[in-house]
Each structure stands twice: as C-alpha cells, then as structure tokens.
C-alpha cells in the first residue's frame, strides 16, 4: 500500500482548513495518509489531523518553525522525505508552503506541480488535475519519481471529520542549524474581520473597476452586512490599493466557492473567474452587456453598477436582510 504525506499547517490555534480538506480527500483513496507538523504548537491539532485521515503524525516544534521563514521547515521536511520516501507529498498551496515546497523539490530532486485542483488515483499512480492558460484548459498531470511534491489550491476539496482517533505520533528531534535561523518573520498581522471569512462565506460580493472609487466599496460592505456575507475583489482593484490582499479572489488571490456570488463591476477576465467559477450561484452587475462575466451568471443585471447597488441595499434594507 503506497503512503502519502500531508504537510499539516496552523492558522491561529487549530489546523489550517486546506490541511484538513487534503486529508479528508486522501483518505477516500485507499492509501496510507500521515501528517508532517513543523510548529512549536503542532501537538494541539494532532487529534484533528487524525480524525480527518492521518493514521501517524511526525512532529516537530522548535520554535524555528513558527519564528523563521521557510528554512528550517525545508530543510528538516527534505530529511525526513529522503529519510522515509513517501509515495507522495502534499501541501495546501498557502504563502509559507509554495516556498517551502520549492525549496524542498530544489534539495530531493523531486517532481513538484502547483496549483492542482483535484487529485486522484489509477493503478499506475497519482494524477494531478489543474487549470492552465488564465482557466482556459483543464489539464491532468501524471506525477512521476520519488516522491513528488503536489500543492493543492484551497477549496478544492470538502473538510469532513470522520470518527474520532489518536494517528499515532512520532517525535522528530532534528537539530536545526544556525544557517537556517538568519531569516526571522518579525510581524504577523490578521486582517480584521466582522464577518465570516472570504474563503467560508455562503454569500460573497466582489467589486472590480467599474466601482470606480474604492470609497464605494462600503456598499460592498453594506449588502454583506445585510446578507451575513464577504467582500472580495478583483485583482485590478487591489493592485490599485483600493481593498486589502486578503479579499482577492481569482488565480493570484482566493478560491471561494459560495452559494451566491454576486459580481459588482467585474468584466469577468479568465483570472478572476478560476476563483469563483464554483459558486452554486451567480449574480453579475455589469454595464457592458458583452462583458465575459455574463456568460458564467445565472442572473445578470446589465446597469451602471453605481444605480444598481443602492437600490439593492434599499431593497434589503427593507426586507430585514
């Protein structure tokens, strides 16, 4: 039976949500599944790790992990691959993993490909499913070697708990060098948030350039209010400073999947619709009536974005929401 290896993450206090839709996938197919942790509090989500798939975890939690970038975590991930040889390695395609992955691939040698959207087993391997050319081609790879390197985007899969269990733990107690302490992460910041988090929200409304002002992204906020929804954006907009990273949605940004997303001043470029494509449901507000996004909605408004908002956050208003 072939072994596969998830590089485990944390956000906050709990296992990152990509972490646990891996191993929730993995597990359905029919491999041995472990966990990597590399964090000082990597013992806090070992049970949740177990419960969504890993039978054993390695554990490591030198305070490097979590203080220093990308170093120490490459280097003891590439000994213990080298060490181990796992039929497969995958992590969550997160800002920390992509350096840590391609440093790794750089030390062992192995086969990496970014970026996947779904993954999935024949009897000569694992295949690889991912978008290529701005989203216009669906390709599938075959990864070939010892043990290649899979980044998988968030949200492609769903995280279910199954029955709950200890994976069994082993301690790794790889020294790290001194080398591998010179670069230290000083400040880590949270965007604030009233809401539920872009990635998590049933309801998603995005704004792009036909706001024409970032001041009107508060009718963003306001129709999110009003529907206990996200903002997100477009790559343009947030280029031009208008909204924070953390509400990019699109190839370089977030992969959402919402009941309803609703697409305020977005032309709908390739780029941007590879994030959102798997809505249940799309609204779009677009003034052009040519404009790609229409070809994705379910519904379309064509209007002057800046007429059609207001009177949208009346209607609500009046609703209740």
Known sequence: ????????????????????????????????????????????????????????????????????????????????????????????????ARDVCGRVSARTGSTMVSNGLGLRRDPDGYLVESAIFGATVQVTTRVTGTSPLVLIRPRSFAAEAGPARDPEVVAVGRPIPEAHRRVRRLESVTAAATGPRLEEAPIVVSGGRGLQDPANFRMLERIAELVHGAVGASRAVVDAGWVPYARQVGQTGKTVKPTVYIACGISGAMQHTVGMKGAQHIVAINKDPDAPIFKLADLGVVGDTLTVLPALIRELEQRGG
């Open 1 to 96: 039976m072939a072994t596969v290896w998830v590089v485990a993450e944390l956000a906050g206090d709990a296992a990152a949500p990509v972490t646990l839709e891996v191993l929730t996938h993995l597990r359905t197919l029919g491999d041995t599944v472990e966990a990597v942790v590399l964090h000082p509090d990597g013992a806090s989500v070992t049970s949740a790790l177990g419960a969504h798939g890993a039978e054993r975890v390695y554990l490591a939690t030198d305070d490097a992990y979590r203080d220093h970038l990308a170093q120490p975590a490459a280097d003891t991930l590439a000994a213990l691959i080298t060490e181990h040889r796992p039929d497969l390695v995958v992590f969550g395609a997160t800002y920390d």
